[in-house]
């Protein structure tokens, strides 16, 4: 499994967004996807986000589903 090294924007190139404009959902559902037996990668994912596994470029194969209900939106966040 290769990864990259990661660079970050300069703080003043990211966006201006205040906290109280985010719209978490109140309700998600998650997918957990496996990848081919080569690639082993597996991780849970946010349904109807990309299937495409971030290190192959495969479609990953989707195996079990669950839901979740916004509980609390943490103070520290930024
Ligand atoms: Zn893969």
Known sequence: MKEEKATS????EYPKIEKED???P?????????C?????????IVQ???EICQY???RMKLIGKAS?????????NK
Do not use: M, P, R
């Not at 924007?9 to 003043?12: A, D, F, T, V």
């Not at 109140?26 to 496996?34: G, M, P, S, T």
């Open 36 to 44: 081919g037996q080569s690639c082993s990668l597996q991780e849970i």
């Open 22 to 24: 985010i719209d978490f």
């Open 9 to 12: 924007w300069k703080l003043n």
């Open 56 to 58: 192959c470029n495969k």
């Open 68 to 76: 979740y209900t916004l509980d609390k939106i943490w103070e520290d």
């Open 48 to 50: 109807g986000s990309t």
């Open 26 to 34: 109140e309700e998600i559902n998650l997918v957990y996807a496996v």
